[in-house]
């Protein structure tokens, strides 16, 4: 691979799928190419990896220039900063020296150790569930769940900018698949009347999100699940961006609905480390256990993981300011950028997106914040609909105070006209 434009020089004779993959990769245009980001401003050496602090001798320091310093992180998604929570991190360490760093095995052979069950019933009582189950990743986790609950017989009803990982739940389950308008009730009963009339036999699913991670926005769960439940459609809810932050204490979204079959969560945000689960009845927790190649056949989440993961419920149960507080500062964030002529981005959670339109204006404010300091995002399509670039403003505990002011004026006068909210 060069370097300097990622181009993949061709060897002498090729086979034609390696031809294929070369005509695909040429097809996509500049502003479409994804690179591997760190906290690294842009000039410095791509995905360095950081000296643990104190550490020294690691580099060559002679020979290496002073790298510049590292960009403030208004991008990813630790939202209360539990990745570096002496408590998170100090549970994790002492499992890792009791049981290793890999369980070795899936749950159902020898992988499942105490910590594992300890956070599935930590987690069940804390969000009011009677069965969670541990998975390696969100995705997995998603996966599984769709797949659990429909088969070739199925209508998938999803809101339009669902997860990936569901969308991929949909296609390996073999569901038929329709979206409704974003956030939308209205449009999912249109739908659900719609099948009902025509295949009253089909069996029913619905997806959605508690916290869209590209939009900020949150939809009105109650209504959602009231309309399942008058339908008889299970209603999946994916509360990865919202646990630990949004609902009661944090508890999500969904917390209290009872009308929600299934509740998906990851520890890969708010939660700080990595892995996931499902929660939902008694029912719905054994036909996974029993069904699902997902759970399965996979490894179990890595027992320091697991352990990361109960000390970060822990601190989240003790905690409940560091999400209220975080919720006021996002609050603050959205008044001031409206302020200042943005249009306000949408939801309440501390997830900001500021929508440009263009590929090219999304990267340009990007490039704008990289020079003042800041890292976030500019998504662009496919991850957002055509014509919808944004860029991706994460809140966390602990930023700096002047962030706000720095991040108005790296983004300059808001464009004009301002591009239409959806
Ligand atoms: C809404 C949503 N669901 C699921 C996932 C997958 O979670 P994980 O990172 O644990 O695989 C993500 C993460 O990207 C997400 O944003």
């Given at each position: 691979?060069?370097?300097?434009?990622?181009?993949?020089?061709?060897?002498?004779?090729?086979?034609?799928?390696?031809?294929?993959?070369?005509?695909?990769?040429?097809d996509?245009?500049a502003?479409?190419?994804?690179?591997?980001?760190?906290?690294?401003?842009?000039?410095?050496?791509?995905?360095?990896?950081?000296?643990?602090?104190?550490?020294?001798?690691a580099r060559?320091?002679?020979?290496?220039?002073?790298?510049?310093?590292?960009?403030?992180?208004?991008?990813?998604?630790?939202?209360?900063?539990?990745?570096?929570?002496?408590?998170?991190?100090?549970?994790?360490?002492s499992?890792?020296?009791?049981?290793?760093?890999g369980?070795?095995?899936?749950?159902?052979?020898?992988?499942?150790?105490?910590?594992?069950?300890?956070?599935e019933e930590?987690?069940?009582?804390?969000?009011?569930r009677?069965?969670?189950?541990?998975f390696?990743?969100?995705?997995?986790?998603n996966?599984?769940?769709?797949?659990?609950?429909?088969?070739?017989?199925?209508?998938?009803?999803?809101?339009?900018?669902?997860?990936?990982?569901?969308?991929?739940?949909?296609?390996?389950?073999?569901?038929?698949?329709?979206?409704?308008?974003?956030?939308?009730?209205?449009?999912?009963?249109r739908?659900?009347?719609?099948?009902?009339r025509?295949?009253?036999e089909?069996r029913?699913?619905?997806?959605?999100?508690?916290?869209?991670?590209?939009?900020?926005s949150?939809?009105?769960?109650?209504?959602l699940?009231?309309?399942?439940?008058?339908?008889g459609?299970?209603?999946?809810v994916?509360?990865?961006?919202?646990?630990?932050?949004?609902?009661?204490?944090?508890?999500?979204?969904?917390?209290?609905?009872?009308d929600?079959?299934?509740?998906?969560?990851?520890?890969?945000?708010?939660?700080?480390?990595g892995?996931?689960?499902?929660a939902?009845?008694?029912?719905?927790?054994?036909?996974?256990?029993q069904s699902?190649?997902?759970?399965?056949?996979?490894?179990?989440l890595?027992?320091?993981?697991?352990?990361?993961?109960?000390?970060?419920?822990?601190?989240?149960?003790?905690?409940?300011?560091?999400?209220?507080?975080?919720?006021?500062?996002?609050?603050?964030?959205?008044?001031?950028?409206?302020?200042?002529?943005w249009?306000?981005?949408?939801?309440?959670?501390?997830?900001?997106?500021?929508?440009?339109g263009?590929?090219?204006?999304?990267?340009?404010?990007q490039q704008?914040?990289?020079?003042?300091?800041?890292?976030?995002?500019?998504?662009?399509?496919?991850?957002?609909?055509?014509g919808?670039?944004?860029?991706?403003?994460?809140?966390r505990?602990?930023l700096?105070?002047g962030?706000?002011?720095?991040?108005l004026?790296?983004?300059?006068?808001a464009?004009?006209?301002?591009?239409?909210c959806?």
């Amino acid at each position: 691979m060069s370097g300097a434009d990622d181009t993949i020089e061709p060897a002498a004779a090729e086979p034609p799928w390696r031809q294929q993959l070369r005509a695909a990769l040429g097809d996509l245009p500049a502003v479409r190419r994804r690179r591997l980001r760190s906290l690294a401003p842009a000039g410095a050496a791509a995905l360095q990896p950081a000296a643990p602090e104190g550490a020294t001798g690691a580099r060559d320091e002679e020979a290496s220039p002073p790298s510049p310093s590292p960009l403030l992180d208004l991008a990813s998604n630790d939202y209360l900063g539990l990745s570096r929570d002496p408590s998170v991190l100090a549970a994790a360490g002492s499992e890792l020296a009791a049981s290793g760093l890999g369980a070795g095995a899936s749950r159902l052979v020898s992988g499942t150790r105490p910590v594992h069950l300890q956070l599935e019933e930590a987690l069940a009582t804390w969000l009011g569930r009677e069965r969670v189950l541990l998975f390696p990743s969100g995705f997995q986790a998603n996966l599984a769940a769709v797949c659990a609950l429909a088969d070739r017989h199925t209508l998938v009803l999803a809101d339009r900018l669902i997860h990936h990982s569901l969308l991929a739940g949909v296609r390996a389950s073999g569901a038929r698949l329709k979206r409704f308008a974003h956030n939308d009730p209205a449009d999912l009963e249109r739908l659900l009347l719609h099948e009902q009339r025509s295949r009253p036999e089909a069996r029913l699913l619905v997806l959605c999100e508690s916290l869209y991670s590209m939009e900020g926005s949150t939809p009105p769960l109650a209504d959602l699940a009231a309309l399942c439940a008058r339908h008889g459609a299970p209603l999946l809810v994916d509360e990865a961006h919202a646990l630990g932050v949004l609902g009661p204490g944090g508890r999500g979204l969904a917390h209290g609905i009872a009308d929600v079959a299934i509740v998906s969560g990851t520890f890969g945000k708010a939660f700080g480390s990595g892995g996931a689960f499902l929660a939902g009845d008694a029912l719905v927790g054994d036909w996974l256990l029993q069904s699902s190649g997902a759970f399965r056949y996979t490894t179990a989440l890595a027992p320091p993981l697991a352990a990361g993961a109960l000390a970060a419920l822990g601190r989240i149960q003790v905690d409940p300011h560091a999400a209220i507080s975080l919720l006021a500062r996002s609050g603050r964030w959205r008044d001031a950028l409206e302020a200042a002529d943005w249009p306000r981005p949408p939801g309440e959670g501390p997830i900001l997106s500021l929508r440009l339109g263009s590929d090219a204006a999304a990267l340009a404010a990007q490039q704008r914040l990289e020079a003042a300091g800041l890292l976030a995002l500019a998504i662009r399509p496919p991850t957002v609909p055509e014509g919808t670039a944004r860029l991706r403003l994460v809140l966390r505990s602990g930023l700096p105070a002047g962030t706000l002011e720095k991040l108005l004026e790296a983004l300059g006068p808001a464009p004009l006209p301002p591009p239409a909210c959806r």
